[in-house]
Nanobody, 125 residues
């Protein structure tokens, strides 16, 4: 069982930055998992934001965050990060990290077996 905990969300003005962290709790190790960040805005479906494979060689981003967000991981610290720069009001959502046994990160939620509880990101205009 993989237990994930997100942190780092908050309220920020447009143009600002936040860094989200996702750590595995207890004796769980995520070094062999592909990891993804998803988000869900009010009234909308949850959507893929970014993904990274176990070795950090492969990263994917949805078009709306390319050039602004960076996903990274530190397997020694059992953690995955999402650096979010140049934030926009439309980035406002609950952000979730998820773990997948796949070789490469998937865009589909169904490929992820474990999810965190989410962290709120609010960007004011």
């Amino acid at each position: 069982q993989v237990q994930l905990v997100e942190s780092g969300g908050g309220l920020v003005q447009a143009g600002g930055s936040l860094r989200l962290s996702c750590t595995a709790s207890g004796r769980t190790f995520i070094s062999s998992y592909a990891m993804g960040w998803f988000r869900q805005a009010p009234g909308k479906d949850r959507e893929f934001v970014a993904g990274i494979n176990w070795s950090a060689i492969i990263t994917y981003y949805t078009d709306s965050v390319k050039g602004r967000f960076t996903i990274s991981r530190d397997n020694a610290k059992n953690a995955v990060y999402l650096q979010m720069n140049s934030l926009k009001p439309e980035d406002t959502a609950v952000y979730y990290c998820a773990a997948s046994p796949g070789v490469v990160p998937s865009w589909g939620e169904d490929e992820y077996d474990y999810w965190g509880q989410g962290t709120q990101v609010t960007v004011s205009s």
